[in-house]
């Protein structure tokens, strides 16, 4: 199953001269790349919903926080954890 996952943009830059708007969104502690031409008003320290790497939508914090418990609850942090080649007992 595919799903958007919560981050929370920590920096924004263009790539491709200046053609893309990226930004590094933080997972939980896992930090990954993702495109923001989706959401134009996205800005550092929003949480957007990202799937497969574009940001789809802004969300609220508090609803961020919700989503990170409950995949926190069915695993699902430890699999993308995993997924990132990053060690959990980092985070």
């Known amino acids: 199953m595919c799903l958007a996952i919560p981050g929370k943009i920590k920096s924004i830059e263009y790539q491709y001269d200046g053609l893309v ?33 574009v940001a789809i939508s ?12 409950y995949l926190r609850e069915i695993g699902e942090l430890d699999e993308l954890t995993e997924s990132s080649q990053i060690d959990r007992h980092a985070l």
């Open 21 to 53: 708007r990226m930004a590094r969104v933080a997972f939980g502690g896992i930090v990954k790349e993702a495109s923001l031409d989706m959401v134009p008003l996205a800005k550092e320290g929003d949480y957007v919903l990202v799937h497969v790497g």
């Open 58 to 69: 802004i969300v609220d914090e508090e609803e961020a926080e919700k989503t990170f418990a």
